[in-house]
């Protein structure tokens, strides 16, 4: 049976929240442990909650740790910050490449209204006077660029029946 997908939003109640804690801090040290295993890299988990009385839940020891942490430390700036992102530069990407999204996007529903304009046209479905200039100057533009490019495959088609 599959799990429902959960509402991720803080739990109110106490008892809930303690014991989904502990069984999440289990499973996410269970998955680093795994990780290190699998993968055979060095990995360490700190967890630090307030339902753990104030102790830091940490694997695979503190010693184990402040040796990784140290290592880390020794390691040269630009090697440490190379795949670091803070939440202000990763929010600042996501708009970003959602931002291209969305203008790829419009950029598509455009051509795709402009060329249902033209064979609506075409087939006199439409009619010309109530559209602006801007409009019809884009369909004028569109039209030639379809030309263009029937023009250009009628031309490959008829050299490939020659050949």
Same mark, same amino acid.
């Given at each position: 049976?599959?799990?429902?997908?959960?509402?991720?939003?803080?739990? @109110?109640?106490?008892?809930?929240?303690?014991? @989904?804690?502990?069984?999440?801090?289990?499973?996410?040290?269970?998955?680093?442990?795994?990780?290190?295993?699998?993968?055979?890299?060095?990995?360490?988990?700190?967890?630090?909650?307030?339902?753990?009385?104030?102790?830091?839940?940490?694997?695979?020891?503190? @010693?184990?740790?402040?040796?990784?942490?140290?290592?880390?430390?020794?390691?040269?700036?630009?090697?440490?910050?190379?795949?670091?992102?803070?939440?202000?530069?990763?929010?600042?990407?996501?708009?970003?490449?959602?931002?291209?999204?969305?203008?790829?996007?419009?950029?598509?529903?455009?051509?795709?209204?402009?060329?249902?304009?033209?064979?609506?046209?075409?087939?006199?479905?439409?009619?010309?006077?109530?559209?602006?200039?801007?409009?019809?100057?884009?369909?004028?533009?569109?039209?030639?660029?379809?030309?263009?490019?029937?023009?250009?495959?009628?031309?490959?088609?008829?050299?490939?029946?020659?050949?």
């Amino acid at each position: 049976m599959s799990r429902k997908k959960m509402k991720l939003a803080y739990i @109110t109640n106490d008892t809930k929240r303690k014991t @989904t804690c502990k069984k999440r801090t289990k499973g996410l040290l269970k998955k680093v442990r795994e990780l290190t295993t699998l993968c055979k890299i060095e990995a360490c988990a700190i967890i630090l909650s307030p339902d753990f009385d104030s102790q830091p839940e940490v694997w695979p020891s503190h @010693t184990g740790a402040q040796q990784l942490l140290s290592q880390f430390k020794k390691l040269p700036q630009s090697i440490r910050n190379n795949k670091m992102v803070n939440q202000e530069s990763f929010l600042e990407q996501s708009i970003a490449k959602a931002t291209q999204q969305l203008k790829k996007r419009r950029n598509e529903n455009r051509q795709k209204d402009l060329k249902k304009f033209m064979f609506q046209s075409l087939s006199g479905k439409w009619i010309l006077q109530s559209m602006n200039v801007m409009d019809l100057n884009e369909v004028g533009v569109f039209v030639e660029q379809n030309l263009k490019d029937i023009d250009k495959r009628v031309r490959v088609l008829t050299n490939e029946s020659r050949s």
